[in-house]
């Protein structure tokens, strides 16, 4: 039993772990021959997150994956097939990158609710439950509501890459895409690891 576990520990380890690696001859920068050389995986980006070269290097790889010319880990995967490096530009002319926490691309907007005000999109926990943390976000209709997510008996171990597949599986964390639902915080409470005083920044 124990040989078993060890042999199931090391295969999610390589899986996990494994660097990204060009399957066909293509022209590539490089920042992304720099992280090849030295085997380093897409989710250990060396550039500072959420900047431009992060996000360059992340649509670099994303383009190349789809046209089937690099191999990907799991992880590696899961951020290509996301939005994450994708960009919107709003009415007011303001450009957004998608699925990138709010409060590190523009001061957070500030709403009413209940009649105090509150601050939308920034998760924080909620010592007096009736879950771990909470987050005020927009409704399609334009109020304000008040979603509450995580199991305050629990600790998130999103730092345990088998743990975190595990999640991502049984939550179905792929398809989790609407803001105003537990499940979407829940998948992507990684994102805000140094707000919520969490050991990792690793996405569920």
């Keep these: 039993m124990v040989i078993l576990e060890n042999l199931i520990k090391?295969?999610?380890?390589e899986e996990f772990s494994k660097p990204m690696g060009l399957k066909k001859r293509?022209?590539?920068?490089?920042?992304?021959?720099?992280?090849?050389?030295?085997k380093i995986t897409l989710s250990e980006n060396v550039f500072r997150i959420y900047s431009q070269s992060y996000f360059d290097l992340i649509n670099e790889v994303r383009d190349l994956y789809e046209g089937g010319a690099i191999d990907l880990n799991q992880e590696d995967m899961w951020i290509v097939e996301s939005n994450l490096g994708k960009s919107v530009l709003l009415e007011n002319g303001r450009r957004v990158w998608l699925d990138a926490p709010i409060e590190l691309q523009e001061p957070l907007?500030?709403?009413?609710?209940r009649g105090k005000n509150v601050k939308l999109g920034s998760p924080f926990r909620t010592p007096g439950g009736p879950k771990k943390?909470?987050?005020?976000?927009k409704t399609p209709g334009?109020?304000?509501?008040?979603?509450t997510f995580g199991d305050p008996?629990?600790?998130?171990?999103n730092a345990n890459k088998a743990r975190?597949?595990?999640?991502?599986?049984?939550?179905?964390c792929d398809q989790k895409k609407d803001r105003t639902?537990?499940?979407?915080?829940?998948?992507?409470?990684?994102?805000?690891a140094k707000k919520l005083g969490l050991k990792s920044s690793r996405n569920w």
């Excluded at 293509?26 to 030295?38: A, M, Q, W």
């Excluded at 334009?142 to 979603?147: A, E, H, R």
């Excluded at 975190?164 to 179905?172: L, P, T």
């Design 10 to 13: 090391k295969v999610l380890k």
């Design 142 to 147: 334009g109020g304000v509501k008040k979603v």
């Design 164 to 172: 975190a597949k595990s999640f991502r599986a049984r939550h179905n």
């Design 109 to 113: 907007n500030e709403a009413m609710h």
């Design 181 to 192: 639902t537990a499940g979407y915080w829940s998948c992507n409470v990684g994102r805000y």
């Design 26 to 38: 293509v022209r590539i920068s490089e920042n992304l021959k720099y992280h090849l050389d030295n």
């Design 133 to 137: 943390f909470a987050v005020y976000v």
């Design 153 to 157: 008996n629990l600790r998130v171990k």
